[in-house]
């Protein structure tokens, strides 16, 4: 009996198998730490039997109906769901930093007692267009960086001795990520905006 080849796969194919993932994640048939336990084997795979364990317990089509194309753009969800647990970025006594291309969970809480917190979308990997971020910090600032475009909610938010400013649009734009920003500052500022580039630096 012959036996059967394997075939490499491309650099599509591993984004399509990835877009899966994002989208499954968002639907909540998987958690933000499997999807960043099969993506690692998604990018590692080089041949096309190697993504279907990482696959392997997702519905082979879309809930509509339609089977994925490779190449698509992501399924971007219209909102985190209901009564979602929040994943938790915690540190006591330090900054929390998430820069690059790091996933954004639909919703997740920034823990500090005294130190700063970054979070910058702009280069993030974000499956769904409404991501909430609730903030716990003690003494320090937060600073969240947006990609083009991109809007926020900051009502939500308390400062004690500090202040909130927004320097991108409050109002849900459509096909654009939208942040919910909540939570209590006690003695800081928060600071949503888009990304300043200076030649080579940007911050």
């Known amino acids: 009996m012959e036996e059967s080849r394997r075939y490499r796969i491309s650099d599509a194919d591993r984004e399509h198998a990835a877009q899966r993932l994002h989208t499954a994640m968002a639907e909540g048939r998987i958690t933000f730490a499997e999807l960043d336990e099969r993506l690692g084997q998604v990018y590692a795979a080089l041949y096309a039997d190697d993504l279907e364990p990482p696959l392997a ?74 991501v909430e971020v609730r903030l716990k910090l003690g003494a320090g600032t937060a ?26 649009p409050g109002g849900p734009q459509p096909g654009r990520l939208h942040l919910v920003v909540r939570g209590k500052v006690s003695m800081g500022d928060v600071v949503v905006r888009y990304p300043y580039e200076v030649g080579r630096f940007r911050f």
């Open 143 to 168: 600073r969240l960086l947006l990609p083009d475009g991109a809007t926020a909610d900051v009502d939500g938010v308390v400062v004690g001795l500090g202040s909130v400013k927004s320097k991108v």
């Open 57 to 130: 317990d997702l519905p082979p089509e879309h809930p509509t109906g339609l089977a994925a194309q490779p190449g698509a753009p992501a399924v971007w969800q219209p909102a985190p769901p209901e009564d979602p647990a929040p994943v938790v970025l915690k540190s006591t006594v330090g900054d929390v930093k998430r820069t690059g291309g790091w996933q954004v969970p639909p919703v997740f809480e920034v823990q500090s007692t005294m130190g700063d917190a970054v979070l910058d979308f702009s280069r993030a990997v974000v499956p769904q267009q409404v």
